[in-house]
Each structure stands twice: as structure tokens, then as C-alpha cells.
């Protein structure tokens, strides 16, 4: 963790882990991933010094991760998603940084301070 926030002592270690946010095709393309993160880190990172992410697009998993049912894979339709991979991990995180996700040096992995909390308002910045 001390890695991560570039710091020389962290006094909490709670860690908060967003494993994975899915959309279905009609809701994407309009920030409503980011809203739920927003609001999961509203509710969620109390007691928490670090939320972490490791963006990925669904699309390059195996066949039934999780043990997902084919029809809510079917209804994903992850097959109509970019498929150069590195283009659409590198987007993953400029949206993820959106929310106040750095990228920790080395690793595939995305951390949000939450020392203070989060506090950030609603909607994010683009570029930001």
C-alpha cells in the first residue's frame, strides 16, 4: 500500500476492491459505469485508505468467468466490443481516471486514495 500512495506510513490498511462492473449494451456510452463506481465509492470507502481496480475489458475473458450464465453473457454482447486489446485497456483507465484512479507504476493496477474519504461531486471531468 505504501508503494502504491508513494507514502512513507500508512496508518489504514483497509482496502477497498471493485472487482468488476458490467453494462449492458443499451446503457453504455453514457457515463452510468462511472455513476455506479461513484456512488459504490460513496457508500463503500468509509474505513478505507485505497480503493482499487484492475481494468480490464470483459470482452478478452474466458468463457464463463465466475461461472456466468451463457444468457447474461449473451445479453452482454461483449463480442461487439473493440477487440485490440491494449486499446481498450488504455481506455479503460482514461475513464477509470476520471473518478481520481492512478495507474500504480509497474503494475496493471489502478488505486484512489481515499484518505479523506471520497468526496468527489458527480458528474467527473472529462480529461480529468
Not at 70 to 80: C, F, I, N
Amino acid at each position: 500500500m505504501n508503494h502504491a500512495l508513494n507514502i512513507d506510513e500508512v496508518y489504514n490498511q483497509n482496502l477497498l476492491i471493485i472487482d468488476r462492473v458490467e453494462i449492458l449494451p443499451r446503457y453504455r456510452g453514457h457515463d452510468y459505469g462511472l455513476q455506479a463506481m461513484h456512488l459504490m465509492l460513496g457508500h463503500l470507502a468509509l474505513g478505507c485508505r485505497l480503493a482499487a481496480i484492475k481494468p480490464y475489458p470483459l470482452q478478452f475473458e474466458g468463457d464463463n468467468p465466475l461461472g456466468e450464465s451463457r444468457a447474461w453473457r449473451h445479453r452482454l454482447r461483449l463480442e461487439k466490443l473493440p477487440r485490440n486489446q491494449a486499446s481498450a485497456t488504455r481506455r479503460l483507465r482514461q475513464h477509470y481516471s476520471r473518478l481520481g484512479f492512478a495507474l500504480v507504476k509497474g503494475t496493471p493496477l489502478m488505486v484512489l486514495d481515499l484518505d479523506e474519504g471520497y468526496r468527489r461531486s458527480w458528474p467527473p471531468v472529462r480529461g480529468a
